[in-house]
């Protein structure tokens, strides 16, 4: 699967550091799927995952954006629009045999530990519980959890990533909106990694999420 890759600028221009705040600006790039073979794009509804992890700025700040904004230097004929969400939307959960089911459009992978955030109402007991990813497809996944049958209920809230399987961190998705404000269809993309990108982002200054 296809992510982003985030580079800082060259000081004196890339980081600007506040008391508790730090503001990095850079270039995105938008990878293949593989670092091997010919080059394929490939994306995924609800978003590309965001990468600064090779970055020695960020190594001992929060590894996920307090927020971040990106635009086009290029595709000014299309102007993509780039809108970035520290997670996965989950729209509804169930449980069912100590197995949760969440629907989400998502780019995790069997393996990935993630936990839930932002929920409210009858599911806000699972805010901030990890589970381990079992089975997955590109609109729902399930873990095994420890907890009662729970009927499908809708939610609004977030999966966010805490340890990838890929060895990489969890910073976020990046959504591709097409000049009509639709998100681009799941599959390959075509013209998008033609593009360069800017971006400014903001991350707290502690040690830990």
């Not at 394929?40 to 307090?66: A, I, K, R």
Request: glycine share 6%.
């Amino acid at each position: 699967m296809a992510y982003f890759k985030m580079s800082i600028h060259k000081f004196p221009r890339g980081v600007d550091n506040a008391m508790r705040r730090r503001l990095i600006y850079g270039y995105m790039s938008l990878q293949p799927d593989s670092p091997t073979g010919t080059p394929v794009y490939t994306y995924t509804t609800g978003g590309l995952q965001v990468h600064w992890d090779d970055l020695e700025p960020l190594n001992t700040d929060t590894p996920l954006p307090e927020w971040l904004e990106a635009d086009t230097l290029l595709q000014q004929a299309t102007r993509y629009r780039y809108l970035w969400t520290p997670g996965a939307q989950v729209t509804a959960v169930a449980i069912a045999s100590r197995v949760l089911t969440a629907t989400a459009q998502n780019n995790f992978q069997v393996g990935d530990r993630v936990e839930f955030r932002a929920f409210t109402g009858l599911l806000a007991y699972l805010n901030q519980f990890p589970v381990t990813i079992a089975t997955r497809s590109a609109t729902q996944f399930t873990a095994a959890v420890n907890l009662p049958n729970q009927t499908s209920a809708t939610v609004n809230g977030l999966a966010v990533g805490l340890n990838l399987v890929s060895g990489l961190r969890w910073q976020g998705n990046m959504r591709i909106m097409a000049p009509a404000g639709t998100e681009l269809a799941a599959g390959a993309i075509t013209n998008v990694q033609a593009d360069i990108m800017h971006y400014r982002a903001e991350f707290i200054r502690v040690s830990t999420i």
